[in-house]
């Protein structure tokens, strides 16, 4: 894989100087358990927020999690032939409501705005505590700040290469201007870049990769577009990874575009071209 690397700035190397280890993707270890982290997601083209929470432990039966404030926001209790089998790693995420009133799709749906999600989720220590086949317990903790990156903005794909530059915003999330201020380009780990076929019938072969912060631009691995069939429509994500002061990934601000097609000269595919 090729990386076009950007030239990381003052900002950049100053906020990394006492990290010299390269970022984890959760707390590992988490206390007793062998990892944990909650974030916060943005997808600044949608408008939606959600919570997202990752926690991993060998043969519990039971696992509860604790909000900063001591209050109870997630309990789960294996049952039946899954109590004897026990667990291990657990993944979840909310629902992710729109941020703001005009990108509600019906009438009914659940608006949360960036400011109220972040009442709803404060920062702060959140608890783990899981129960064991034996009885006995594990205990860990993960801190969830409020520090969310800006959008990546200039997404773009030009038949090989995806690229993009860091945003000033959170897309459609934004707030009142300095009620909320992005998380400088500084304090970012890095990015995830996903793509991913627009086409329901080729939406499970993806690429997906997270590289560093200086990275602004990668070739996709020719290989892979060439298994794709010619000319099929293409969606791009570029997510921007929060680096935590413990020196781990955290909250993520995703953009997305689309309308890119498989093929050297990135020509409209031949539906959107009957489109226009």
């Known amino acids: 894989m090729l990386y076009s690397l950007k030239r990381p700035g003052l900002g950049l190397s100053l906020f ?19 990892e944990c982290k909650v974030i916060i997601e943005i997808n600044a083209s949608d408008g939606d927020i959600g919570f997202h929470v990752l926690f991993d432990a060998e043969g519990w039966r039971q696992a509860k999690i604790m909000g900063p404030d001591g209050s109870q926001l997630f309990h789960e209790i294996a049952s039946s032939h899954l109590r004897d089998q026990l667990l291990t790693e657990n993944f979840f995420e909310s629902s992710e409501p729109v941020c703001e009133d005009e990108l509600a799709e019906e009438e009914d749906d659940e608006v949360v705005t ?3 999600f972040l009442a709803r989720f404060p920062a702060g220590f959140y608890e783990f505590r899981l129960k064991l086949e034996n009885g006995g317990e594990l ?3 993960t801190i969830l700040t409020h520090s969310i990156p800006a959008a990546p903005a200039d997404v773009d794909f030009d038949g090989s290469e995806i690229s993009w530059s860091y945003g000033d915003d959170l897309g459609e999330c934004t707030t009142v201007p300095d009620l909320f201020m992005p998380t400088p380009e500084g304090g970012i780990a890095g990015y995830e870049v996903v793509m991913e076929p627009d086409d329901d019938a080729w939406s499970a072969f993806t690429f997906s990769v997270r590289v560093p912060a200086t990275v602004n631009a990668l070739t996709v691995p020719s290989e892979y577009l060439a298994a794709l069939p010619a000319d099929l429509p293409l969606k791009v994500e570029v ?12 909250n993520q601000t995703f953009s997305e575009e689309d ?4 093929n050297e000269d990135q020509e409209l595919c031949p539906e959107e071209e009957e489109e226009e």
């Open 16 to 34: 990394l100087s006492p990290l010299l280890s390269a970022p984890l993707f959760a707390d590992a270890p988490c206390n007793e358990l062998g």
């Open 114 to 116: 960036l400011p109220e």
């Open 239 to 250: 997510g921007a990874i929060e680096l935590r002061p413990n020196g781990s990934f955290g």
């Open 259 to 262: 309308g890119f097609c498989n």
């Open 139 to 141: 205990a860990g903790s």
